[in-house]
């Protein structure tokens, strides 16, 4: 295992719904089923669409989990909308019809007490499940109350507003098994946090023991300005790279800086700051064993959500990364 395995490994989840890119479900399904098959398969991780498109999904996403017969299933994060108790309820639907296993989201948990079918798998068809869902909080009350509501078997991950104190809403989380998010970015530029904003939310999470996902504006590996979405006359803006958000994390976790230094590490613009060895991670001399960046990766820092899957592969080859 190198560095730049473990630090990818299953790091990308698969937003092509969304802007920039914002395709249509049948051409971002069919990405997401040719990135499964490709090389690169162990640099994906979820697929993500929203509750009220489940139906589009479905249409679309049916016939490739039917074909993977008995191949990794297709891990689905789901964005809620204003309605929770209806969208758990449509989520619990789609895993009784797809989900690939006998575990707890595919119990026919509907059937009358002291019926032996209550613990009786139910039927599957394919191979697909909703493991996590994503929604937004203002504040520990609303933790709170939405997680009164999620059964255990979902994974919630609760995105918190950069410009606000991210302290309350990630002390309340602390404990209870969920996680956080942060928006990295966005098509204008005043959608994508200081680099002090990013440092602070990490050192909150780390503080409090909360794992996190970033989302939005991480097609890139290293900081640098670049347009914002994919038309011709695109607003600029200094987009933040993975790099440096999942290296600045690393040395947060493992006590390696303080939040003044990882933003040094969160502003760098020298792609040569950065090297993936085969034993260490490091930035500007400062490394990380690829053991404990194995275990930040797998216990606090989770995933970037993308609408690009090609362009953080192809940068990682430009950079001779990979």
């Known amino acids: ?42 640099i994906l ?27 990794e299933p297709w891990y689905v994060s789901a964005l809620t909308g204003a309605d929770l108790d209806a969208d758990i309820d449509r989520i619990f639907a789609f895993n009784q019809k797809y989900a690939p296993d006998f575990g707890p989201l595919a119990l026919n948990e509907g059937a009358e007490g002291g019926d032996d079918s209550a613990m009786s798998p139910v039927a599957v068809t394919g191979g697909a499940v909703i493991d996590t869902i994503e929604l937004k909080a203002a504040s520990g009350h609303d933790v709170d109350r939405a997680l009164k509501i999620i ?6 991950f609760f995105e918190v507003d950069w410009r606000d104190d991210t302290r309350g809403i990630i002390s309340a989380l602390a404990g209870t098994g969920a996680r956080a998010k942060i928006r990295t970015g966005g098509v204008t530029a005043d959608l994508i946090p200081p680099p ?8 909150n999470c780390a503080a409090a023991d909360v794992a996190f996902k970033a989302t939005a ?34 040395f947060i976790r493992t006590g390696a800086m ?5 933003e040094r590490v969160l502003s760098e613009t020298d792609a040569g700051a950065f090297q993936l060895g085969e034993t260490h991670a490091s930035w500007r001399g400062k490394a990380i064993e690829i053991a404990r960046l194995a275990s930040v990766r797998e216990r606090f820092a989770i995933s970037f959500g ?14 001779g990364m990979m």
């Open 258 to 262: 303080g939040v003044h230094d990882a």
């Open 151 to 156: 059964p255990e078997q979902i994974e919630p």
């Open 306 to 319: 993308s609408c690009s899957f090609d362009e953080p592969v192809e940068d990682l080859r430009g950079l």
């Open 45 to 71: 991780a979820r697929f993500i669409t929203t509750v009220a498109r489940l139906d589009e999904f479905e249409k679309c996403g049916e016939r490739f989990w039917a074909e993977d017969g008995d191949a």
């Open 1 to 42: 295992m190198s560095a730049v395995r473990v630090l990818m490994d299953s790091i990308v989840d698969y937003a092509g719904l969304f802007p920039p890119a914002k395709l249509e479900m049948g051409p971002a399904v069919e990405n997401y089923a040719r990135y499964r098959a490709g090389d690169e398969s162990w």
């Open 217 to 250: 504006g991480l097609h890139h590996p290293v900081r640098a300005e670049r347009a914002l979405t994919y038309r011709p006359d695109s607003p600029r803006g200094v987009m933040h790279g993975f790099l440096n958000v999942f290296l600045a994390s690393a």
């Open 196 to 203: 002090e904003a990013v440092a602070g939310f990490i050192a």
